[in-house]
């Protein structure tokens, strides 16, 4: 999509912004009754009446506390650059009631995003149910128009940052992890937006090739069981000679130095024998591979035996690179007991470096694969293993444990006049009215509870007693003394141009600020199993408007 002009982006930069990521996402990218209601809207001349809705989700996914908001850019790109063709309106046309008039497709002509406002929460940003993650104002009819593609953008990308967010706490800090989902993902765009947002959530690297290119991921991958077995002999490998780290000198036979390091691990003293004889072919395509990648490599090394085959002939091929100077990069378990196979792995990295002098050997890196996912993490977490690094596919990408995170989009006030949309249940009970939504930190650090008010109430201030109180529920409610109040809504778009609104950040920052604020929650809102649920409360001029206006707006019922 050709990227238009709709205003500068920041404060007198005059940045042009790009379209969507994925050029599928057009203003034809919703639902029928978007167009329907525009055009009864027009037709009650409605069309241009102000109106203020919230973007939220109701429940936490995958049982947890907390949500990862990611897809804000998305939506930003997607409103810069809002404008129906000619061949869009000739469809709406085909699609609508023939008794539709003409002018409400002059209309759609003229439609853009320069009188829509968006304020949201930062990107990255730790979330919680019933806050707006977007508050969107501007004309009605155009702003219905944005409901379903916004929540298109941000339902499946907060979905992913947060299971990405929950597989990297579940495996630790220390622990590198890559993202190998693209073959399993939902389609092109499931797994071009995983493997984005695995990243924002605190992923260190993917494989998918197009995402790296398009966001900057660190790109990371070895060979298959394939390359592996395609091997039958070392006789194959014709160019065999290897030049050396700093060129100084060349190894004429990479083969049999690599052969002569096998008989020297199967010799051993210290190993006393663990080694018998090894799969030639395998041992083939390991050399053949550190041909190609001296300076990369990395073996996967379960094709035929783990601890028989794949660990020495690693090792074999390893430890001739070294000669020449070169560091290999590790090796990958792609099945079996994974615990035990690293533990037994690390032991015989450590007795090499030992016996052999090689610094660091000992701590070559060991990678697992293998439809890993949070439980199986938890599992090797509690059984032990020596694993440095997880390749995380299936799980992540496709959010198997919970299809979809939910957002919502309703409509709080029209023409300044507050709406709520009621319900039998509760939870489906919207909040009315435009609206602030503050975060409010304890002596410690933590978050306690984030607070919604109406927008012209003066906002919390540090060291002031505020009073708390749940949304729907009159006995929840507490005092909050607030040693820091951060306001979460910030404006993303202002519609005219020359309006001033934040920069959207790069993902590399956007993936900091998830992994710092993760940081700063309570450890007991984060853990997986029962965690405590984060406290969202209204402000208590707010609770009140919230009631009067439900009792209000309720039927009152008639008895016979």
Known sequence: ?????????????????????????????????????????????????????????????????????????????????????????????????????????DYLRGVDCSGVEVYAITEGSVVFPKVPLLRVEGPIAVVQLLETPFLNLINYSSLVATNAARHRFVAGESKMLLEFGLRRAQGPDGGIGASKYCYMGGFHATSNVAAGKLFGIPLRGTHSHAFVSSFMSPDEIIDKSLRSSDSQSTCEDFVSLAQTWLSKIQWSNSLNGTFGETNQSELAAFTSYAL?????????????????????????????????????????????????????????????????????????????????????????????????????GTYVVTCYAQAALGCVFKLVEINNQPRIKLSEDVTKVSIPCKKRSYRLYGKEGYPLVDIMTGENEPPPKVGERILCRHPFNESKRAYVVPQRVEELMKCFWSGSPGGIREDLPPLKDIRDRCITQLRKMRPDHMRRLNPTPYKVSVSAKLYDFIHFLWLNEAPVGELQ
């Open 1 to 105: 999509m050709a990227a238009k002009s709709n205003g500068p982006i920041g404060e007198h930069s005059g940045r042009v912004l790009d379209g969507p990521t994925n050029p599928m996402v057009t203003p034809l990218l919703t639902d029928l009754y978007q167009f329907t209601m525009a055009y009864a809207y027009w037709k009650a001349g409605k069309h241009n009446e102000r109106a203020v809705f919230d973007l939220y989700f109701r429940k936490n996914p995958f049982g947890g506390e907390y949500t990862i908001f990611a897809g804000l850019e998305e939506c930003i790109r997607f409103i810069a650059n809002f404008k129906l063709s000619e061949d869009e309106i000739d469809f709406v046309r085909e699609s609508l009631s023939p008794s539709c008039e003409d002018g409400f497709y």
């Open 292 to 392: 190609a990648f001296p300076d990369n490599f990395l073996a996967l090394v379960d094709t035929y035996d783990v601890m028989r085959s794949g660990i020495p002939n690693y090792c074999a091929v390893a430890l001739a690179l070294n000669d020449l100077g070169y560091k290999a990069a590790g090796i990958r378990l792609d099945s079996g007991d994974l615990a035990y196979l690293s533990c037994e792995a690390r032991k015989i990295f450590r007795t090499i470096e030992k016996e052999f002098g090689v610094p660091e050997f000992g701590k070559t890196n060991i990678t697992a694969s293998n439809d890993l996912n949070e439980e199986t993490l938890d599992a090797l977490n509690k059984q032990g293993h020596e694993v440095d690094s997880f390749g995380i």
